[in-house]
């Protein structure tokens, strides 16, 4: 049996899992190809219009596997905290597709949320166990498929996430964290931390590919989600609000322990147009930077409209300026673009 896995929102924090968890139970995976502008344009023309960018995204990515599988996986992810929560949109994602197009193949969609102790690891087996079921009967097949998937899912955090020796060293220009920096035009390097959700840093077209910009602009950078946990609670812990939203605390803990170390030359933030979380994030950034200038902070908001020519231009007179301004010791102002 194929299974269809979009490649959109979650998937770029569950991926390893589960694949490895469809696969050891004996499918065949098939995931959507990455986005292109076709997948773009399917999705804009059929997903509802008050919809977040990356929302929208995940129709175009359902649309190109829908006629290749037998099954599609859509699991409504609630969140894997106790304290905080994901985006409502991964619940309603499955129900919604489900119902706007009835002729999509099966959805698989366990609901999963261990907010407030809603799920524990006891009802993640019996769900896993029951997705097993429509593949094997054989037990110790749908358990080591399970434990097969957790480890990868484990290993693939342990790789992308660094302690804080290795920040320590990465501030200090010991080590890379991602791909070096180009250096043959001989301008000084900059350090930068680029901010956002993983389903835009991850997807070189959503995220129109500025990672590479940055990469021949001499910039090395760091991601939100590469910063040490216990760093970004420590930064929300100081904080007389409590943000619910899981992946905001990610992108809010890392810009605010930047803005305070001042061990980064600038902080990149991508908000996705229509966020409702990023919106809180994005407001709450902008206040902390307005009384912290000392690390200048670039807020681009995204949506199907923005274009890689005018992208580039902004990152390179964000560059520009802050070269500029380390040569003359200046700071200047938070500044938020909608691209
Ligand atoms: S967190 Fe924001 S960008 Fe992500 S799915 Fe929800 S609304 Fe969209």
Redesign the pocket.
Known sequence: MRVGIPRA?MYYKFADMWVTFFQELGAEVIISPKTTKKIKQEAVNIAPNED?Y??KLYYGHVMAIKDQVDYLFIPRYGASDKRYVG?P??IGLAEVLRSMFPNLPPIIMPHYNTAKGRDGKLSFFFKAMKIGSMFTKNPFKKIRALRLALKKHNQHKKDLVIDEKTLYKWEQSELFLNDPPNSNHGKRQLKIALVG?SYVLNDPYASLDIRTILKEQEVDIITSEQMPRELIEKQMDKQNFQLYFY?EREILGTIMHFLESKTVDGIIHIM?FS????SIAGEMAARFSNRNPAVPLLQLVFDELTAETGLKTRIEAFIDMLRRSIDAQITFQTTKVHV
Request: net charge neutral; aromatic share 14%.
């Open positions: 929102l977040c990356s929302t985006c949109k991964f959700h992946y996705v966020c409702g979380p990023d």
